[in-house]
């Protein structure tokens, strides 16, 4: 019994843990020109009480853009506690032109839902084994029947990120992605990043310069 609910268990993590984190949808404005912007702002909206997760948010990002050629940098490296300091949305705008930011990367949790399954103890995909007699029958059908079930509890994580052009004042690009119970933040925030990197080179919202380089 021990061992049949041992596989059960470790099938069902095995089917939760892949493909963690996907873009539910994806938009970018039509007459939007790709451009290599100079200076990118990476800005987590998040309160305080999530600074770690925003933290990883913010330099996993940075780091994909840097890798493609951009200057990137993170707010809160940037502002340090300030970044949790509320300011009017103009003011905000005013300071990055004034530091020469071109572009932000927005990226916020819209929802955060728990979730609790239970599942039952005993395979009964295929009927019971008649041959071999009663006992072994018997033995059978007891393992599937009062096998005890178990409860496996999953967290999912929904995620919007936009790219804003700081003269213009636009947004020019936005992607919402899912995040199915990951295993840890940080393989949450990596693979955020990955997925909005691929998506916006894919839409030429951002080019690769180390390529258009060589």
Request: aromatic residues 12%; glycine residues 4%; hydrophobic residues 35%.
């Given at each position: 019994?021990?061992?049949?609910?041992l596989?059960?268990?470790v099938?069902?993590?095995a089917?939760?843990?892949?493909?963690?984190?996907?873009?539910?949808?994806?938009w970018?404005?039509?007459?939007?020109?790709?451009?290599?912007?100079?200076?990118?702002?990476?800005?987590?909206?998040?309160?305080?009480?999530?600074s770690?997760?925003?933290?990883?948010?913010?330099?996993?990002?940075?780091n994909?853009?840097?890798?493609?050629?951009?200057?990137a940098?993170?707010?809160?490296?940037?502002?340090?506690?300030k970044?949790?300091?509320?300011?009017?949305?103009?003011?905000?705008?005013?300071?990055?032109?004034?530091?020469?930011?071109?572009a932000?990367?927005?990226?916020?949790?819209?929802?955060k839902?728990?979730?609790?399954?239970?599942?039952?103890g005993?395979?009964?995909t295929?009927?019971?084994?008649?041959?071999?007699?009663?006992?072994?029958?018997?033995s059978?059908?007891y393992?599937?029947?009062f096998?005890?079930?178990?409860?496996?509890?999953?967290?999912?994580?929904?995620?919007?990120?936009?790219?804003?052009?700081?003269?213009?004042?636009?947004?020019?690009?936005?992607?919402r992605?899912?995040?199915?119970?990951?295993?840890?933040?940080?393989?949450?925030?990596?693979?955020?990043?990955?997925?909005?990197?691929?998506?916006m080179?894919?839409?030429?919202?951002?080019?690769d310069?180390?390529?258009?380089n060589?």
């Open positions: 019994m021990k061992i049949t609910k596989i059960m268990i099938l069902a993590f089917g939760l843990s892949c493909n963690a984190t996907k873009i539910t949808s994806s970018k404005a039509a007459d939007l020109q790709t451009k290599p912007y100079y200076n990118v702002m990476v800005w987590g909206i998040l309160p305080k009480s999530d770690t997760v925003r933290k990883q948010l913010e330099t996993h990002m940075v994909d853009l840097v890798e493609k050629g951009y200057h940098v993170s707010s809160i490296d940037v502002y340090q506690a970044a949790y300091e509320k300011s009017s949305g103009r003011d905000i705008v005013e300071e990055f032109k004034s530091t020469g930011v071109d932000v990367i927005t990226l916020v949790l819209l929802n839902e728990k979730e609790e399954k239970y599942y039952p005993g395979f009964f295929k009927p019971v084994d008649t041959y071999g007699g009663i006992d072994k029958y018997y059978q059908a393992e599937r029947i096998t005890p079930g178990y409860y496996i509890s999953t967290t999912d994580y929904f995620w919007e990120a936009n790219l804003f052009e700081v003269v213009a004042d636009k947004i020019v690009y936005s992607v992605t899912r995040s199915f119970d990951p295993e840890s933040t940080e393989i949450l925030a990596h693979e955020n990043a990955l997925k909005i990197m691929k998506d080179l894919r839409k030429k919202v951002i080019i310069q180390n390529s258009t060589k």
